[in-house]
């Protein structure tokens, strides 16, 4: 079973407008952390954002948050006031367990372009 | 954050030779590293679970004796792709496990792999 789903193959946004990337996961693992990373066309993958499965707030880093919603099962990454240079993949992914030498299960991806 | 160097960053090679990708822990020693593919338009999928000292662990689907890992010290683990075939021809990408709040997994610049 598909751990982590992205439904949105590309996403178009205004330069300077919001954007929000859906991810949903599934697991039975109380204890899990949710992550996103960028992808550039270089291929580096950047370390974006992080929820814990305890976290009570939402993450926020900068112009990106985590709109985590555990009974719906859903991550969204929100990214406020969108740059050209936004322009990427971006995956989230998923870590059944705390600690960071469990693996990462990665999700198909959404590619975004942001439009001056 | 942690730095995580990959080398080559690029290679050309012919079928049937064999290719070693060194990924490196820059910024601290690392117990624990990743190896993951990735092919073109795809997400990242994990290969295997490279542990100092001991063997690695291989994801189901995954070749042991065709992608060696070798994870001899605390900075540096190999990937070599044994024989390598033109269905080789990925991006490798490695990961180093951080241990802390956020449990985070950095990753390396990755190798882009072309088996003629």
């Known amino acids: 079973a598909q751990k982590i789903t992205q439904t949105q193959p590309g996403m178009f946004v205004q330069e300077k407008e919001a954007v929000t990337l859906d991810c949903t996961y599934d697991t039975s693992d109380p204890s899990y952390g949710l992550f996103w990373y960028k992808q550039p066309s270089s291929g580096e993958m950047i370390f974006l954002i992080y929820?814990?499965?305890?976290?009570?707030q939402n993450a926020t880093e900068g112009r990106y948050s985590l709109n985590f919603q555990k009974a719906r099962k859903s991550a969204n990454l929100v990214i406020s006031a969108s740059q050209l240079g936004d322009s990427a993949m971006y995956f989230c992914?998923?870590?059944?367990?705390?600690?960071?030498?469990?693996?990462?299960?990665f999700g198909a991806g959404t590619r975004l372009a942001v439009h001056p | 954050g942690a730095v995580v160097s990959q080398h080559p960053s690029r290679v050309i090679c012919k079928s049937g030779t064999s290719v070693k990708i060194e990924c490196r822990s820059l910024?601290?020693?690392?117990?624990?590293m990743f190896w993951y593919r990735q092919f073109p338009k795809q997400s990242l999928m994990l290969m295997a679970t490279?542990?100092?000292?001991?063997?690695?662990?291989?994801e189901q689907g995954v070749e042991k004796d065709k992608f060696l890992i070798n994870h001899a010290s605390l900075t540096l683990s190999t990937l070599t792709v044994t024989s390598a075939h033109p269905e080789d021809s990925s991006f490798y990408i490695c990961s180093v496990a951080v241990a802390g709040i956020k449990e985070t997994q950095y990753f390396g610049p990755g190798t882009r792999l072309l088996v003629l």
């Open positions: 992914a998923m870590r059944e367990g705390f600690g960071g030498y469990n693996k990462l299960i």
């Open positions: 910024d601290f020693q690392a117990t624990t």
């Open positions: 929820q814990g499965s305890y976290d009570q």
């Open positions: 490279s542990n100092e000292g001991s063997k690695a662990t291989y």
